[in-house]
């Protein structure tokens, strides 16, 4: 459905749809947990193919901030926009068809299949329902996903354990896991929470090599980081939370040099 038709058919929901070239638009998104305000004025707009990153301190709202975007939780008031969509009270798995996938902080795999099959299973789940009703298509198509995935999981560099159980894994290894469970849907939006925590130096260095051969590849990006060297290596634009609001954005230049930041940091690490 286009912008146009989507906005015709809800004419009065009242909320802003963005600037005209951003995909993602969050509208004056509040979240309270029981009187605790985690997300208060949140306005944010992410462009096409922009790599957006959200940053603050522990505790700032950038994990709820990212679960109302993907359906987990229901924002208080606003709304979140994604290409002309009205995500807000949709479910994950409908937002998830519109084209947006995600990376937990805590990664969700499937322990008891082994990382091919589990890598396998976003892109056959999205493709069953065309290909039920014929076996054979059925398995060609699993064929061609399980090519698909043996590469994927080159990509991220889980190529060596394939046969593995996702139960076996790291910590590090299940967020590459994940990560290459987003990868296969090529989503129009994808959307990482802290896709490096729990990663040695060096695997934090290949999933950035990653990430930017995505970035070239055009697939626009939220990434929540604490690591302010990924940030920095990654992001076109960032948005800093602290205490539930956007205190700045800008150009990764401008968010260093930015005193409100420095202080919404101050005691936890240096930007
Ligand atoms: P961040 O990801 O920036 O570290 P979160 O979004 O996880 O922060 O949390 C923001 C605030 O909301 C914190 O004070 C956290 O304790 C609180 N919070 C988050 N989720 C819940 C929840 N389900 N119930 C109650 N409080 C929550
Ligand atoms: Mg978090």
Redesign the pocket.
């Known amino acids: 459905m286009s912008i146009a038709e989507d906005m015709a058919n809800e004419p009065d929901r009242g909320f802003e749809r963005g600037t005209p070239n951003s995909v993602l638009h969050i509208d004056d998104v509040h979240k309270s947990?029981?009187g605790?305000h985690?997300l208060s004025d949140v306005d944010l707009d992410v462009r096409e193919g922009e790599t957006h990153a959200i940053i603050?301190p522990?505790?700032?709202?950038?994990?709820?901030l990212l679960n109302v975007c993907v359906g987990r939780l229901k924002p208080d008031r606003g709304a979140v926009v994604f290409d002309g969509h009205v995500l807000t009270g949709k479910a994950p798995h409908e937002i998830n068809q519109l084209g947006v996938a995600r990376v937990f902080q805590t990664p969700e795999v499937f322990p008891d299949l082994t990382i091919l099959e589990n890598i396998m299973l976003p892109a056959l789940s999205k493709r069953d329902g065309q290909f039920k009703l014929n076996p054979f298509k059925l398995f060609s198509k699993e064929t061609a996903i399980r090519d698909e995935a043996e590469q994927v999981a080159e990509s991220v560099g889980l190529q060596s354990q394939l046969t593995a159980h996702a139960s076996s894994m790291s910590r590090g290894d299940k967020r590459r896991l994940e990560l290459a469970m987003g990868l296969i849907q090529h989503p129009r939006l994808l959307l990482l929470d802290e896709p490096t925590a729990g990663m040695a130096r060096h695997d934090t260095n290949a999933t950035i090599d990653l990430l930017k051969k995505i970035k070239e590849g055009g697939m626009t990006k939220v990434i929540?980081e604490h690591d302010m060297h990924v940030v920095f290596s990654l992001a076109d634009r960032i948005s800093v939370?602290a205490g539930g609001r956007i205190i700045a954005q800008g150009t990764p230049e401008e968010i260093k040099d930015d005193p409100k930041v420095k202080e919404a940091y101050l005691g936890e690490e240096q930007v």
Not at 58 to 64: L, M
């Open positions: 947990f029981a605790l985690a603050g522990n505790g700032a709202g950038k994990s709820t929540i939370l």
